[in-house]
């Protein structure tokens, strides 16, 4: 790295550090990115906070220009494999209290360094509240709307329609954790609604490395709380017969397990807490699963296209969804749709290294994700 001036300006006091031969006292004249004045050269050198910055970025890239203020740094830098390099040179900058984010603007690699702001703490006390009030509304609004006031039916719902939503919660923190990604508890969300719920989240602390991270993370919850959708609703069929109440909506993979059970696809099924809560999970899996804006399956489609991209495809699934009222208006489609426009107006913030591509293996992990939302994709049934 060349030789460094600290610059101020002479009529606001802006000041920044840059690479620059230029001698004390000596003026930049109208260069005041703030209001213009003029820049002097008032000392040689960088910070030593941003000089141990500095170091950890040329023991990993070719630095060729370099600007940095008081909270903030960019450089402009080479490498033969910039992915590498950024991860390595990433760990060891959040270590010090610092993050980066590489990014290509035409036909240079900026690498930015910015103070980590802390993290808030976990108040576990909260998450235990909110699951314990989910039981009793899940329990309740099933017992008395759903299972005609059966205790055993709708306790065996509750507890495995939350184990599904932990599942995939659960699915979300360990790849978090696996890629060193900083993610609170679980946080179940309890609601006057016809099943008592509205899911469950996790909330990330820190910034997503790349690419291959993202698709994990964003994959792994649907993953998770398919598999077990799909244990819960097997051996809901095997102590359930075909007949009694017609089905509301089925979906493939319900098709599925029912040929292998019952040799065929009944159009009503005795009344069974465990098959309905599985089949109420897989449509939960496949409305998270649409390739737009911070849904899990948006995150998988952001891994494997570029901001602009996804942005558009957000759109165009939002839009979609909302004109399908119009073909199918007792389909409510259009109400997700509508949620997708209103809350996704903004690109997906996307990973601090955008340059890597994605793994073979990661192309294979987002390809599955989305066979599993083709699985779960909701279609109504007459019974």
């Given at each position: ?11 606001c ?14 003026l ?21 906070s941003?000089?141990?910055?500095g ?34 040179v ?90 060193r ?27 997503i ?5 993202l698709v ?44 292998l059970?019952?040799?065929?696809i ?57 004109f399908?009222?119009?073909i ?33 293996f ?22």
């Amino acid at each position: 790295m060349g030789p460094i001036a600290k610059l101020q300006c002479l009529a606001c006091k802006h000041t920044e550090y840059c690479m620059s031969t230029l001698g004390l006292g000596e003026l930049l004249v109208e260069s005041c990115p703030r209001c213009g004045g003029d820049m002097a050269v008032v000392d040689r050198g960088l910070p030593s906070s941003w000089a141990r910055v500095g170091s950890v970025v040329e023991n990993e890239f070719s630095v060729v220009d370099l600007i940095a203020y008081e909270d903030r740094a960019e450089f402009e830098v080479e490498a033969e494999n910039p992915g590498r390099s950024f991860s390595r040179v990433l760990s060891k900058l959040q270590k010090n209290g610092f993050v980066g984010v590489l990014r290509k603007r035409g036909d240079c690699l900026k690498l930015q360094v910015f103070r980590s702001p802390r993290s808030a703490r976990d108040k576990p006390h909260l998450n235990i509240l909110l699951l314990l009030t989910t039981v009793i509304t899940t329990f309740g609004f099933s017992y008395f709307l759903i299972f005609e006031r059966s205790v055993p039916y709708a306790a065996l719902f509750s507890s495995s329609l939350l184990a599904m939503l932990g599942a995939h919660e659960m699915g979300h923190k360990l790849a978090a954790s696996r890629n060193r990604v900083e993610a609170s508890l679980p946080y179940f969300i309890p609601a006057p609604t016809f099943l008592g719920t509205l899911g469950a989240l996790i909330r990330l602390k820190g910034p997503i490395p790349n690419r291959n991270a993202l698709v994990e993370i964003g994959a792994s919850g649907p993953l998770l709380g398919f598999l077990v959708a799909v244990l819960l609703t097997s051996i809901g069929l095997m102590f359930s017969e075909p007949g009694g109440e017609p089905l509301i909506f089925t979906c493939p993979m319900l098709m599925v397990l029912q040929l292998l059970f019952y040799g065929r696809i009944p159009s009503g099924l005795e009344q069974s807490p465990l098959v309905f809560s599985g089949s109420v999970m897989m449509v939960i899996t496949s409305l998270n699963l649409f390739p737009a804006g911070q849904l899990d399956g948006g995150h998988v489609a952001r891994g494997l296209l570029s901001r602009e991209s996804h942005y558009m495809i957000t759109r165009a699934v939002g839009f979609l969804l909302l004109f399908s009222g119009f073909i199918f208006p007792g389909y409510p489609f259009w109400l997700w749709g509508l949620l997708i426009i209103l809350i996704f107006n903004q690109p997906h913030g996307g990973v601090l290294d955008d340059i890597s591509e994605l793994s073979p293996f990661h192309k294979h992990l987002a390809f599955l994700t989305f066979a599993v939302f083709l699985l779960c994709f909701p279609i109504p049934w007459g019974g």
